[in-house]
Structures are given as structure tokens and as C-alpha cells.
């Protein structure tokens, strides 16, 4: 793709606010791997770049449109105490593993 045709894209992309799939193309112009792949898979590639992004700052966002007095995270969990489960128990827990056992 010649410049001025990327520069139309990636102005394009910027007047319809889409800054992931402008940043996503201009990876793809960057590397030389992406010449193999077809049309299709390289936009399924800048379509799922924006979606997860805006999906990554939805929840970000609510997390702070919250205002949670306390910050608390899987990683932050202290297993010092003798009441909680083993870490174990609880990695498993998060991961889910139990709705796959059934």
C-alpha cells in the first residue's frame, strides 16, 4: 500500500474514532509477516483489536465511575490468615475449573 493511501486510511479511521484499528493497520503495515495472510484475516484482526479495546475501557471505566474505597484483586489476597482456604483452593475458584468439572 502506497503512503498516501495509508495516510487516507488511517485519517479515516481517526475521523470515526476508531484509534485501536488505526493503531492495529498501522502495525500490520509494519510487519512484514502480515503479506501472507488475507483480507479477511487482517481485518478480522484490526475489527478485534478495537473491540477489545473499547471492551478494556468500558470495564476500566466503571471501575472508576464506581469509586470502590478499597482496591481488591485475586493478587492481593494474604494467605497468612489460618481460616482461609490454600491458595490452591483459591486459584482454582477463579479460574472457574469447577464449572468445567460439572
Known amino acids: 500500500m502506497n503512503n498516501s493511501s495509508s495516510t487516507t486510511v488511517t ?3 481517526n475521523s470515526l474514532r476508531l ?3 488505526k493503531k492495529e493497520f498501522i502495525r500490520q503495515l509494519n510487519d512484514v509477516n502480515m503479506g501472507d495472510m488475507c483480507f479477511e484475516d ?3 484482526l484490526i ?7 473499547r471492551k478494556s ?3 476500566e471505566r466503571k471501575v472508576r465511575e464506581a469509586q470502590f474505597k478499597i482496591e481488591a484483586r485475586p493478587e492481593l489476597i494474604s494467605y497468612d490468615f489460618a481460616r482461609l482456604p490454600n491458595k490452591n483452593r483459591i486459584l482454582s475458584l477463579l479460574a472457574a475449573n469447577f464449572i468445567a468439572l460439572g
Open 57 to 59: 475501557n468500558r470495564s
Open 47 to 53: 475489527v478485534d483489536a478495537e473491540i477489545t479495546s
Open 11 to 13: 485519517d479515516g479511521l
Open 19 to 21: 484509534p485501536s484499528c
Open 42 to 44: 487482517r481485518l478480522c
